[in-house]
């Protein structure tokens, strides 16, 4: 079954341009929002496996989206689209549930892998990025107020958590298993422990449930 991909984005031309480029690289564009509003309306109903979502949209903004697409639809993976390298704005989408982000300006096939990469667990983004979400999150900053580590965080194996903590590293399966001397599949293995225990789907919301790297 081919991948489902959703799009928000207000501007008509990259809209379409996007829906195209999904559409010939194998997977299938289900939803294609001018809007927050609209896409609120459309994809819980019909859920697909990734969004790609315009951080800066007129009305609603991309965040907000996320964090309510995320509330009603969990499983779904949402990207950021973004036309600059903006830390804030994209540190603020991923605390809000996003699971990475992508430049408009990349390359189609970037954005393709950013795709896939999502709906395989990881988490795209710049190496910039990604340090500044651990410097956040180290300090409390990236969870939403009055946020704690969730009780089922003590439930982990020591295992579990060294694992945890690479993938907020944004380490690929392969790294994890190198940087800790383990094979893939016990990293499979690890992660599902690790999203049964803290009941979620995803790398980046098991990492926001733990609260602080390292937990």
């Not at 927050?36 to 019909?46: F, G, K, V, Y």
């Not at 992508?102 to 910039?128: F, N, Y």
């Not at 009780?151 to 380490?171: D, I, K």
């Amino acid at each position: 079954m081919s991948l489902r991909v959703g799009i928000v984005e207000d501007d008509s031309r990259l809209r379409e341009a996007f829906a195209a480029l999904v559409d010939v690289s194998g997977m299938r564009c289900v939803a294609a929002c001018a809007s927050a509003e609209q896409a609120l309306e459309a994809l819980p109903n019909d859920p697909p496996d990734v969004v790609l979502m315009d951080i800066n949209l007129p009305g609603m903004s991309g965040t907000e989206c996320a964090r309510r697409l995320k509330q009603a639809r969990p499983e779904v993976q949402v990207v950021m689209l973004t036309s600059f390298d903006d830390t804030e704005s994209i540190v603020a989408s991923l605390a809000a549930g996003a699971t990475g982000y992508v430049l408009k300006r990349a390359a189609g096939a970037e954005i393709i892998q950013a795709v896939r990469d999502v709906h395989e667990g990881g988490s795209p983004m710049t190496g910039a990025i990604a340090r500044k979400v651990v410097q956040l999150m180290a300090r409390g900053d990236a969870r939403p107020e009055g946020a704690r580590s969730d009780p089922a965080v003590s439930e982990l194996t020591e295992r579990e958590r060294a694992v945890l903590t690479a993938l907020s590293q944004g380490l690929q399966y392969k790294e994890v298993a190198d940087s800790l001397g383990i094979s893939i599949n016990t990293v499979r293995k690890h992660i599902k422990a690790i999203y049964e225990k803290l009941h979620v789907n995803t790398r980046h919301d098991a990492v926001r449930k733990a609260g602080t790297l390292g937990t």
